[in-house]
């Protein structure tokens, strides 16, 4: 019987082992339009010839291409920034010690610190589109491409 279960999970394994590039189009992007005001941020779902459709959480957004006039990808240097010092904050909420408090506030600023050197070395890619075609035909296929990094 336990020949029997590992040869099944084995069986059930075996297309986990198999690798696939992963789709670009599932970065995060921010869409601002000709105000210069962001207008949509979310993770890229599809690209139509017109449209562009983020996902934020459950529910997906539709952009037409005609009101986008710029995209940066990845997030902005403020949220590494937070993501960095949230474990220290969570943990001088919940400790009432004072040596906890003290290690809460030095793993805050440590955490501060590495994500604003992470935000340094991180690159950010601006599209502008301003209306040409061209270019937002540039954008879908960079977008679907294999990644490089």
């Known amino acids: 019987m336990k020949y029997l279960l590992f040869a099944i999970a084995l069986f059930l394994s075996l297309n986990i082992t198999a690798q696939e590039l992963p789709k670009k189009s599932k970065i ?23 449209t562009l459709v983020l996902k934020k959480g459950s529910k997906s957004i539709t952009v037409p291409s005609s009101e986008i006039m710029y995209i940066k990808t ?7 920034v937070l993501m960095g010092a949230l474990p220290g904050v969570v943990l001088l909420t919940v400790s009432n010690d004072a040596y906890a408090s003290v290690g809460a506030i030095f793993l805050t600023l440590v955490g501060t610190t590495a994500g604003f050197i992470s935000s ?22 960079d977008m679907y491409s294999p990644q490089k990094y």
């Open 28 to 50: 995060f992007v921010r869409v601002y339009n000709n105000s210069n005001q962001k207008i949509a941020k979310g993770k890229i779902l599809q690209i139509t010839d017109s």
């Open 74 to 80: 990845k997030r902005t240097k403020g949220h590494s």
């Open 120 to 141: 340094l070395f991180k690159k950010t890619t601006t599209y502008s589109f301003t209306g040409d075609i061209a270019k937002w035909k540039g954008f879908k296929e």
